[in-house]
């Protein structure tokens, strides 16, 4: 089975810190995502990764930014955290070859930020 | 742009009566469409997809999804509902060829009663 694993369930952080929100996925996937969940809204998607060190912005990437520098990990950054970024975020991988496969999700990080 | 319409934020159902959830999209060109669960602080999980082919599709946990291309709609279905379906669920539609983003609906949430 595909894992996929975010490195917090829970994190709290203070307006103008800079969060690190780290994803692993252990099945080779070459494309990763991160989106946030707000309710009401749905899942937004703030960026994606279709290779190592190759990224593509998704519908919502103000205020953040990624790193991929090896194929299973894959990092949101919150450069300056703010209180509208207090949300859920989920992290997500599949294989490549098109968009008819399957998208796999971490159990999410829910983040507060004060 | 492609989006998803899921007109019910809430569907209320008894135990062992059918249920369904409603999705309909905006594409161009033919779609991938899937649908996907939530249950209570747990990440995502897949469900059941369209691809090409019969236009009903049978996914886990005995739910079925029917393609209606003329209606633009992929509406969710099961014959006999249980408590444990009780969750969060969202449709999600990539158009072929895409870059493989998925567009999600802002979800339904299910509740069968005992």
């Known amino acids: 089975d595909v894992k996929v694993t975010q490195s917090s369930r829970y994190l709290v952080k203070r307006t103008g810190e800079k969060v690190f929100l780290e994803c692993v996925q252990d099945?080779?996937?070459?494309?990763m995502f991160w989106y946030r969940q707000d309710p009401g809204l749905g899942l937004r998607l703030i960026y994606f990764?279709?290779?190592?060190?190759?990224?593509e912005k998704g519908d919502i990437p103000e205020g953040y930014s990624v790193s991929r520098e090896k194929k299973e990990r894959f990092s949101l950054i919150l450069e300056s955290a703010s209180t509208n970024q207090t949300s859920m975020y989920l992290c997500?991988?599949?294989?490549?070859?098109?968009?008819?496969?399957?998208?796999?999700f971490g159990p999410g990080t829910r983040l507060t930020v004060l | 742009a492609q989006s998803v319409a899921q007109p019910e934020d809430q569907v209320n159902v008894a135990e062992g009566n059918p249920l369904t959830v409603k999705c309909t999209y905006s594409?161009?060109?033919?779609?991938?469409l899937f649908w996907y669960v939530q249950y209570p602080n747990r990440g995502l999980q897949f469900l059941l997809k369209?691809?090409?082919?019969?236009?009903l599709v049978k996914g886990s946990y005995g739910f079925e999804a029917e393609f209606n291309k003329s209606q633009t709609s992929f509406h969710l279905k099961k014959p006999s509902a249980l408590v444990s379906d009780s969750a969060l669920y969202f449709c999600?539609?990539?158009?072929?060829?895409?870059?493989?983003?998925?567009?999600f609906g802002k979800g339904t949430l299910l509740t069968v009663n005992p």
């Open positions: 997500a991988s599949t294989l490549g070859g098109g968009a008819y496969n399957e998208q796999f």
């Open positions: 099945m080779d996937h070459e494309n």
């Open positions: 990764s279709y290779d190592v060190k190759m990224k």
């Open positions: 594409v161009s060109g033919n779609p991938y």
């Open positions: 369209y691809i090409t082919g019969d236009n």
């Open positions: 999600a539609v990539s158009p072929r060829g895409s870059n493989y983003k998925l567009t």
